[in-house]
């Protein structure tokens, strides 16, 4: 090998290390880049669901309280904020930053769906059936900083139906007594007839406060007899006749001999 060959594989081998430290250095950059966004992106979605699951819990405490007898808005509003995430609720996230109930919420309506399948009404605060809750919050980044991205924004949004505005069917059973003493006239204002009369009128009442139909159902079909084929709500009526014997004219004398035949007789369960 002569000085020249020499001389040009030495220069060679020189480029060959400037060229190695530049790609090793790019490589490490972006290997830095790439673990900085998987650290920041693994505590974004952290983050995220620990938010959706708050939000959730919102949503439905606040479904909970539209069917609590007189609530309102704001007793339904208070309870999505008691189990949200903002500072002094049930469910506060260390970490986060600027948490708040988006601006319009919790948003309270009437959803035909929940109605039609469902069976509920819109009877909660303001004529609802459902409530809406959305939250932001701000996540400070750590390593994406570097690269100029120092937050991110978070947003969780749940929707939950009211909770026991169901309303189950009743099974109802009346009975009325007709005895002779139900033929006495009733001197009350709402009635003025005789008992009989006027209990009936009272089950008319409470009839008329009953659904044939499904709440789903706009039309239950055509009653025969006064009454439809697989009512919702069910109704048995029957008349109590009680038949009073009149007093012995010479009732029986109670004895001690009588009382403890008597007594004997008894089942020993009823005795215990």
């Known amino acids: 090998m002569n000085e020249k060959t020499g001389g040009f594989l030495r220069r060679g081998g020189a480029k060959q290390r400037g060229q190695a430290l530049i790609f090793v250095t790019l490589s490490l950059t972006m290997l830095v880049g790439l673990a900085a966004l998987l650290i920041d992106a693994g505590r974004l979605y952290i983050y995220s669901n620990a938010l959706n699951a708050s939000t959730q819990a919102a949503a439905l405490a606040g479904a909970g309280a539209m069917s609590e007898p007189g609530a309102t808005v704001s007793s339904a509003s208070s309870a999505v904020t008691t189990y949200s995430s903002t500072t002094g609720s049930k469910n506060v996230l260390s970490g986060l930053s600027s948490i708040s109930i988006a601006s319009g919420y919790p948003a309270f309506s009437c959803l035909s769906t929940?109605?039609?399948?469902?069976?509920?009404?819109?009877?909660?605060?303001?004529?609802?059936?459902?409530?809406?809750?959305?939250?932001?919050?701000?996540?400070?980044?750590?390593?994406?900083?570097?690269?100029?991205?120092?937050?991110?924004?978070?947003?969780?949004?749940?929707?939950a139906s009211m909770k026991g505005a169901y309303i189950p069917p009743y099974n109802v059973v009346i009975i009325v007594d007709s005895t002779q003493s139900m033929n006495d006239t009733d001197s009350d204002s709402l009635c003025n007839n005789t008992r009989l009369y006027c209990a009936m009128q009272g089950v008319q009442i409470l009839l008329k406060g009953l659904s044939p139909c499904l709440p789903s159902e706009s039309s239950c079909g055509t009653a025969t007899g006064g009454m439809v084929a697989n009512s919702y709500d069910r109704v048995r009526g029957a008349l109590l006749r009680l038949k009073i014997m009149p007093p012995p004219s010479h009732p029986p004398r109670l004895t001690r001999s009588s009382i403890s035949q008597a007594t004997t007789a008894l089942p020993t369960r009823l005795l215990r």
């Not at 509920?120 to 939250?135: D, H, L, M, R």
């Open 114 to 159: 929940v109605t039609s399948v469902f069976g509920v009404q819109c009877t909660g605060p303001s004529g609802s059936n459902a409530i809406a809750v959305k939250q932001t919050a701000t996540v400070p980044l750590f390593f994406m900083s570097l690269l100029g991205v120092k937050t991110a924004t978070l947003t969780a949004t749940a929707t």
